[in-house]
């Protein structure tokens, strides 16, 4: 069975830092782009940062940029997104993600083919 299980979410205060990781069984992500998006409470699921199977095309988001870092290790099989300087509109449910995007739309979740399960990220003081 194909999975992509997500932990680190939780509660931090504004300024603060947490770390997402995601793991992949069943599947190898060596051969993938993977990507993180997030769904705040009746908003749409954007994406917020993508990395190519290779690491060289690594994509953010205007709101993010400065603040989070997406990393990857392949010979582990798990996609890392170090979130820094968290601010309140940072809340939302996180998804961890992997494909291989066909029309290069790299922060776009039509690309994405597994998913994370989510993982709640609260920035509240």
């Known amino acids: 069975q194909l999975q992509f299980v997500e932990s680190g979410g939780g509660l931090v205060q504004p300024g603060g830092s947490l770390r997402l990781s995601c793991t992949a069984s069943g599947f190898t992500l060596d051969g993938y782009t993977v990507a993180w998006f997030r769904q705040a409470p009746e908003k749409e699921r954007e994406g917020v940062s993508s990395m190519s199977s290779s690491g060289g095309n690594i994509n953010y988001a205007d709101s993010v940029k400065g603040r989070f870092t997406i990393s990857r290790d392949n010979a582990k099989n798990m996609v890392y997104l170090q979130m820094n300087s968290l601010k309140p509109e940072d809340t939302a449910v996180y998804y961890c993600?992997?494909?291989?995007?066909?029309?290069?739309?790299?922060?776009?979740?039509?690309?994405?083919?597994?998913w994370g399960q989510g993982t709640q990220v609260t920035v509240s003081s």
């Open positions: 993600a992997a494909g291989r995007p066909f029309y290069f739309r790299f922060l776009h979740r039509d690309e994405y083919d597994y």
